[in-house]
């Protein structure tokens, strides 16, 4: 993230120095020894939009979601204020419309990601804090001589983690933005979810091995984000799936459903899997094994994946993207000998750095599904936020995804700020 120039100010005529240096001129009369003194400048009532202040020599005021050190959420979260100075040079000056709470997001908090927030002062705070939030949608508000790339009104994304998405506006250059080409027919929630979660299922149903239309991959944690679209893509690309599901006390069928109205052949629930006699559901499926197994697709972690890795095909790969158990993935020496199982790892994050074009074609191609209405939203619980919106409401919401099962993903929708 490019370093924000923010800085705060004050409407009293004695911190304004325009106003200071007219206040303090004397004007002689021509005709009179006589010197008059000319009353202060008042600096103009501010601009008023709805209940917010917007300063008159153009500073916008801004809010973010912090924190000055690692840890839980509830801990170490704070609603900060400051001002932003009008966009110039190369600079320019976002308006955010709506901020995913990933589960990501979580652990870069608590200081268990590989990818570290940015630490800094230049929010105008006395000692370094970060701004939370990794993906999101903004809308360009100004921009300096300099800006070339982009206008405003255009819709932006980031390009890579650590820019701090969880605020209503920053500052920053166009470097580390996407721009999105067509936004007709899209909403702020598509826009803002869409640059983690389907380009993660997108890549790797594309790059790790080819499977061919009336072929299978396998997944686990098949309700997710990430889940939810590689059903979606699949399907659109005449892949077939076994979609895994954690067992719940209640809903499980209604969620099978759902997963089989997005497109999945199989959904069974993880007890299912681990259940003896698996594998002969799997032959059955597949044809008697005719039909190959392609591609795992792995976010949990455990146990589940030796029973995902004895169904697949010789040649097959497993990626894991996640571990929501916490626990390893033990590798089976047999599968790895006689079958030569591939396993293989993947972050979003790291190939979004190292493949900014791709990155960019990956959300087009997407963006485009979306709006032809082929790749639908997953499900979201939206949390408005406004410039009266209170702390702890938004801190709840971060706070409150890690706790149980969930009827979708949390996102920071903006109101008026």
Excluded at 28 to 55: A, C, E, M, V, Y
Excluded at 258 to 280: I, Q, R
Aim: glycine share 10%.
């Amino acid at each position: 993230m490019k370093s924000t120039t923010l800085r705060s100010i004050s409407t009293s005529p004695t911190n304004c120095p325009i106003a200071a240096r007219v206040s303090r001129r004397r004007i002689s009369s021509t005709t009179s020894k006589t010197t008059q003194r000319l009353p202060p400048l008042q600096p103009p009532s501010p601009t008023r939009i709805s209940h917010r202040s917007i300063s008159s020599y153009g500073y916008e005021q801004a809010k973010a979601l912090t924190f000055p050190k690692h840890g839980e959420p509830a801990d170490v979260l704070h609603l900060h204020s400051h001002s932003i100075s009008p966009a110039h040079g190369s600079s320019l000056t976002l308006r955010f419309l709506a901020s995913p709470i990933n589960p990501a997001d979580i652990n870069q908090i608590q200081g268990v990601y590989p990818s570290k927030p940015t630490f800094t002062t230049s929010l105008g705070t006395p000692d370094p804090i970060a701004v939370g939030g990794n993906e999101g949608v903004a809308e360009v508000m100004g921009l300096g001589r300099d800006v070339k790339g982009l206008q405003k009104g255009d819709w932006v994304i980031m390009s890579a983690p650590g820019f701090g998405t969880w605020r209503t506006h920053a500052q920053t250059t166009e470097d580390g933005l996407l721009k999105v080409e067509n936004k007709d027919g899209l909403s702020p929630l598509q826009v803002g979810t869409v640059s983690v979660n389907p380009c993660t299922a997108y890549r790797m149903l594309r790059d790790f091995v080819e499977v061919k239309p009336g072929e299978w991959f396998v997944q686990n944690g098949a309700n997710s984000g990430v889940g939810r679209a590689a059903i979606q893509l699949g399907r659109l690309w005449g892949y077939k799936s076994i979609n895994i599901v954690r067992d719940r006390p209640e809903g499980v069928e209604g969620l099978k459903k759902e997963l089989e109205g997005l497109g999945a052949d199989v959904v069974v629930t993880d007890k299912e899997v681990e259940e003896k006699g698996f594998g002969e559901r799997v032959k059955e499926w597949t044809d008697g094994g005719r039909e190959k197994v392609r591609l795992g697709l792995n976010c949990v972690g455990g146990k589940i994946v030796n029973a995902m890795a004895k169904v697949l095909s010789p040649e097959a790969h497993l990626v894991t993207y996640g571990a929501m158990s916490k626990q390893p993935v033990q590798l089976p020496t047999g599968l790895l000998i006689f079958k030569n199982i591939h396993f293989d790892g993947f972050w979003v994050s790291k190939w979004s750095e190292q493949n900014p074009e791709e990155k960019k074609k990956t959300v087009d191609d997407v963006l485009n599904l979306t709006r032809q209405g082929k790749f639908k939203d997953i499900p979201m619980e939206e949390v408005i936020w406004n410039y009266d919106t209170k702390q702890e409401e938004l801190v709840q919401a971060v706070q409150g995804t890690l706790e149980g099962f969930r009827k979708g993903k949390s996102v920071f929708r903006f109101g008026d700020t």
